[in-house]
């Protein structure tokens, strides 16, 4: 037997792995993340707005959402595979604040899977991951959405290209209103080195939360202003209940 399995045996054996998010013993595939809390995943799936993402609250045929024929559209197709609710908050923090890679292998397994599932899945010639500034990569030592844009883009046959879109070292967007989130991102983000291989290309540009939108939407104009076809997906969003419809008047 191999050496390495036995030593993993009698670490399991001496301190038996736990859920990272429930706490309870975890006898699945992956040793920090039992079956129960990755079944706890949401698909978002085909109801929502085919322009701006936006799930809707109940079950029901894709079709343009009121902000979309308010005259607000949003600057591109947008598209997300999660309801950022449920165990998958507790895992992306354990990935990128608590640095706890052993959560990368399933988080990744639910992303491939959703995703094949996706039709259509948006074409593209490359994937463009939403970067982090040069204080938040020093802090945090990885992008999380370069690592998911990687096993994406291979499983799918895009390639990943970064310092296409570059980051300044301004306030993180956590914590700050929609506005706030729309100001911050406007003045965060500029063309970066490569800007120039998007022209004429359709790009996917992937980040792993979307939360008002501000971010993609700062990241997605850059990219058309350079003459890129652009779409967006991200890993998760915020549930229907967040979102408040628009008044009429």
Known sequence: MDPKTVWRAFLDALFPPVCVVCGELSDGDYPHCCPGCLEAFENIGSSCCPECGRPFPVAQAPHTCLQCLTGEGFVAPCGSLFYYRGSLPALLSCLKYRKDFCVLDPLVEKMLDASGKLDP??????????????????????????????????????????????????????????????????????PGRRIEIVRGKKVLLFDDVYTTGATVAACARILKHFGASVSILTLARRSPEDFQHPRVD
């Open 121 to 190: 899945f948006p074409e593209a010639d490359m994937l463009v991951p939403v970067p982090v500034s040069r204080r938040g990569l020093w802090i945090r030592g990885f992008n999380q959405s370069v690592l998911f844009a990687r096993f994406l883009g291979e499983s799918r046959g895009i390639p990943v290209e970064k310092n296409v879109l570059s980051r300044k070292g301004s306030k993180a967007q956590v914590g700050l209103g929609k506005e706030e989130r729309r100001r911050n991102a406007r003045k965060s983000f500029r």
